[in-house]
């Protein structure tokens, strides 16, 4: 199969893990509001893994697929698997501890990616240790070198496994970095003295412009070794095998 052909069966995966896991992301905002006394995104149907429910057009539909069927469709550039989903609604004054429950209502979010990244990262080792086939599957899908003609199911769920890590770690990192209006960047916030927040309100409407320009580069320079520590730790279960 030609290497454009598989380029659009990953793109097309991306972009639905994607969707999928912004979903899960906001969706882990609302139930953790709703946990820690904040009904407004539950009374706004948002603890749901439904997309419909957290699509906002630019940042799940538009901007991810310029980015992920870009170098596809011959634009240029790398595939980018970040985007943003409708922002959850929270109301501080509802929490008990506010600094520490709108803490945690935000960390929420980038936590659910990573519970993804475990919940792929057993998958593959399942594929590896019990599935046959499933050893030649997993290497082949970590290398995206990908036979198309074969269509196997071990080499779907590797696939789907090692994209849905990419993906979710991309986005862990994404919404960590420090930047308005991304997750880490409310964390931060929390954390500042009263009398800053007035300079850091400012400083927060340069962040979409920040994240246009940084976030491929920075999301980037995190990926790639947090990435090599899960295939370090897939070679052990490959070699067990």
């Keep these: 199969m030609q290497a454009s052909g598989i380029q659009l069966v990953v793109a097309l995966y991306q ?38 429910k957290h699509i906002d057009p630019i940042g799940t539909l538009l901007f991810p697929a310029l980015m992920i069927f870009g170098p596809v469709m011959g634009m240029g550039g790398a595939g980018m698997m970040i985007g943003w989903a409708k922002p959850t609604p929270v109301l501080t004054r509802n929490f ?18 990573l519970l993804l990244v475990f919940a792929s990262f057993a998958l593959l080792v399942l594929l590896i240790l019990a ?64 009398n800053a927040l007035a300079t850091y309100d400012q400083f927060a409407r340069y962040g979409f412009f920040l994240i246009l320009i ?22 052990l279960f490959l070699r067990i095998r």
């Design 96 to 113: 008990k501890h506010i600094r520490r429950d709108d803490n945690l209502t935000t960390l929420a979010g980038p936590a659910s990616n």
């Design 214 to 235: 940084l976030g491929r580069y920075v999301v980037g320079f995190f990926m790639e070794p947090i990435l090599h520590v899960v295939v370090t730790a897939l070679i």
């Design 15 to 52: 972009f639905v893990i994607l969707i999928f896991s912004l979903s899960c992301h906001e969706c882990a905002h609302a139930w953790m509001a709703s946990r820690l006394g904040d009904q407004t995104a539950r009374m706004q149907g948002r603890v749901t893994l439904n997309p419909i």
């Design 131 to 194: 599935i046959p086939g499933g050893h030649d599957a997993v290497i082949n899908a970590t290398n995206m070198e990908i036979d198309l003609s074969s269509q196997t199911a071990p080499q779907a769920l590797a696939l789907l496994g090692w994209l849905m890590i990419e993906v979710n770690i991309a986005l862990m990192v994404f919404n960590l970095l420090p930047i308005p209006p991304l997750d880490g960047s409310h964390v931060l916030r929390n954390m500042l003295p009263y």
